[in-house]
């Protein structure tokens, strides 16, 4: 989920950004793929054994192999297979492990680093079993999602393949602040960037030519695994998907303890508009959108307050030991800069809310209802109606006039410009950066 710049601190790091920042446009061969290869996992359990100990094991092993029989070893499709069932032993894979740099490499093998990052060890598993979910989820809709689905299909498939293999259907009062779906599917085409999801109603139909952008979220204990991709069936548009997947990666990289979030806009914008993208024999320079960010993630919060530009600002806010990043890059076709427009579904409770005795009394109902579901994690319309909330909109209005529950309506660039979007999760361990949401896809 994208953070929108307010428009004062826009123009601040607007000005300070000199003009023509935009190195010169160069044509990137389509294959030119910088991604970094994934390390290769050791064997954990590669210690020798006795042959006595050997013999219990094949014991184990073999009222195991009966056992197995019930619980399904592979994710289904749609994925409906609890994750704790695929992983018994409990533990979730890793992401992907990068070492600080420069100055910071001495945490790589600090023994004070490293006790810190065992003490937080619970927490690290969590978020990478909510990254799993997400890596099987986008998994089976990037390869089911087709021409003539609507958004409303799509969305509610990824969100009832979360809720199921995460076990928080959210139904029940409090289940969803306990883990489940972290905030509204957004499915954002074309000229739309950011946090469209579809209401109730809503009959859009994907077609062939989209550019679509899926960005989900998944969550236990409100640690929000915060990460999207864009989908396309037509390969015209690769240069574009190419441009956000190399300034992600640049940003993903740079990325790290007392760096600067202005500096690394810069570099996520070199690397974005290095592209430009060719359709019906016109040439579009892409550009990043400069007052689109990524951001910090807090325990049920997607925006805890630090942004990540992604043009060049003078923002000297740094990164911290421990906190986790969304890194995000918006590359667009069209003016390069985003508006709000058309309905809103994204919503979440202010974490600094105002009390307030409301005159709505269907506010104060609906603020409970708001409360005991999500507390600060963003939802949507859709997930109002699912708990047979109804009549709502005069309520919900209300809250938003009040400053206690923010809007976050859909954020688009210019009508008949293309848009798309790369995210991925990083955690600032104290010893090592983990890339949480990285996958075989992305
Ligand atoms: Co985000």
Redesign the pocket.
């Known amino acids: 989920?994208?953070?929108k710049l307010s428009d004062g601190v826009e123009k601040l790091s607007v000005e300070k950004t000199p003009n023509g920042t935009t190195n010169g446009v160069h044509k990137v061969d389509a294959e030119d793929d910088h991604e970094d290869s994934d390390e290769d996992e050791e064997d954990e359990d590669a210690t020798v054994k006795p042959d006595g100990e050997a013999a219990k094991k094949k014991k184990k092993n073999k009222k195991k192999k009966k056992k197995k029989k019930s619980t399904p070893k592979a994710q289904t499709s749609p994925p409906r297979v609890l994750i704790s069932n695929l992983f018994p032993n409990g533990e979730y894979p890793e992401g992907e492990i990068n070492e600080y740099k420069n100055e910071n490499n001495f945490r790589t093998t600090s023994e004070e680093k490293r006790h810190l990052d065992r003490a937080k060890s619970d927490w690290l598993n969590d978020y990478r079993k909510a990254a799993e979910i997400h890596r099987q989820v986008r998994g089976w809709a990037r390869q089911n999602m087709k021409p003539g689905q609507t958004l409303t299909e799509i969305a509610e498939g990824i969100e009832d393949s979360v809720r199921a293999l995460s076990g928080h259907n959210g139904l029940e009062e409090g289940d969803n602040i306990k883990g489940g779906v972290g905030f509204p599917t957004g499915l954002n085409i074309n000229h739309i960037a950011a946090h469209y999801s579809p209401n109730a109603g809503n009959k859009t139909v994907l077609q062939q030519e989209d550019v679509l952008k899926v960005?989900f979220g998944v969550h236990f204990n409100g640690w929000i695994v915060?990460s999207?991709f864009t989908h396309t069936f037509d390969p015209i548009y690769d240069p574009l998907l190419h441009a956000v997947r190399d300034a992600t990666n640049a940003g993903v990289r740079e990325a790290g303890i007392d760096v600067r979030v202005g500096d690394l806009g810069a570099v996520i914008q070199e690397a974005m508009e290095s592209y430009e993208l060719e359709i019906g024999g016109k040439t579009h320079p892409i550009k990043s959108i400069r007052n689109l960010t990524?951001?910090d993630i807090v325990q049920h919060s997607?925006h805890g307050g630090k942004s990540v530009p992604i043009v060049k600002s003078n923002d000297n806010t740094k990164m911290e030991e421990g906190e986790v990043f969304?890194i995000?890059t918006f590359g667009s076709s069209g003016k390069g800069q985003v508006y709000d427009d058309l309905e809103c579904s994204h919503y979440a409770l202010r974490s600094d809310a105002p009390h307030k005795s409301l005159r709505v009394s269907s506010a104060n109902t609906l603020l409970g209802v708001i409360k005991r579901n999500w507390g600060t994690l963003p939802w949507c319309r859709r997930y109002l109606d699912r708990l047979g909330q109804d009549k709502y909109l005069l309520g919900l209005n209300s809250l938003v006039r009040e400053g206690i529950v923010e809007a976050y309506p859909p954020l688009v660039d210019q009508k008949g410009s293309y848009t798309a979007q790369l995210?991925h999760t990083i955690i600032l361990r104290p010893n090592c950066k983990e890339v949480v949401s990285r996958g075989d896809d992305y």
Do not use: L, P, V
Request: without cysteine; aromatic residues 0%; negative net charge.
């Open positions: 989920m994208a953070a960005d915060d999207a990524g951001h997607i969304a995000e995210e």
